[in-house]
């Protein structure tokens, strides 16, 4: 069974601009979250969505937003980047519905430089 | 509020000696607890979870986790380092009934010494 695919692994962009992050979860499961890694803050949490609703949201200005397609796939958009944007951004899939037992399994992630 | 604090930012074994990466968690009901892995460039594979089936936990790669509810504790352990398992752990949490979210530690870096 394939992983949790994301895409770019890598972007470089300016100050100002816009961005949108692909993942792909495993086949089957119905459930994405997305993190943001940085060395300062560690492991945070964006947002997660279930079958295409945002279930729960992190504390993260409104410039971070998501959405979930009808197959699972899961795009998130930041926009108007900013300096401090620069971070490594993981997505991760899981069931959704096995409650607090849940395994998530999380992609290689996509290194997002703001320049 | 249910959080997990790591002691210790970095920690350094030989090859061959006793791998232990300390996770505190705070709550007031049993949690769900996890833990996790990044090596360079990649994202985080899971290593373990506990969900009150059994107090010791038995992982990946030879690692293993023992739930201490008295000392509200679920530390990381290996007996035998191997050159491998230098990588970032972190000890995770599933916060009350929030489902999809979890709460990370701020990270172990395991470095291994020949």
């Known amino acids: 069974k394939a992983g949790v695919t994301q895409t770019p692994r890598y972007l470089i962009k300016t100050r100002g601009q816009q961005v949108t992050l692909s993942c792909s979860p495993i086949s089957g499961h119905r459930s994405v979250s997305w993190y943001q890694q940085t060395p300062g803050q560690g492991l945070q949490f964006l947002f997660e969505y279930f079958s295409e609703t945002q279930r729960n949201k992190g504390n993260f200005p409104g410039r971070f937003s998501g959405r979930q397609f009808s197959n699972s796939r899961s795009e998130m958009n930041v926009s108007t980047l900013e300096l401090g944007d620069s971070a490594l951004y993981l997505c991760?899939?899981?069931?959704?519905?096995?409650?607090?037992?849940?395994?998530?399994?999380f992609g290689a992630g996509t290194r997002l430089s703001v320049l | 509020a249910q959080s997990v604090t790591q002691l210790g930012s970095h920690v350094s074994v030989s090859e061959g000696a006793l791998v232990l990466l300390r996770c505190n968690y705070s709550s007031s009901v049993p949690p769900y607890l996890f833990w996790y892995v990044q090596y360079p460039n990649q994202g985080l594979q899971l290593l373990l979870k506990?969900?009150?089936?059994?107090?010791l936990v038995k992982g990946i790669n030879g690692f293993e986790a023992e739930f201490k509810k008295s000392e509200t504790s679920f530390h990381l352990t290996k007996p035998s380092a191997h050159m491998s398992d230098a990588a970032e752990y972190f000890c995770a949490v599933i916060r009350g009934s929030t489902l999809g979210r979890l709460y990370f530690g701020r990270g172990t870096q395991l470095t291994v010494w020949p």
């Open positions: 991760a899939s899981s069931l959704g519905t096995s409650g607090r037992g849940d395994i998530q399994y």
């Open positions: 506990y969900t009150s089936a059994a107090t």
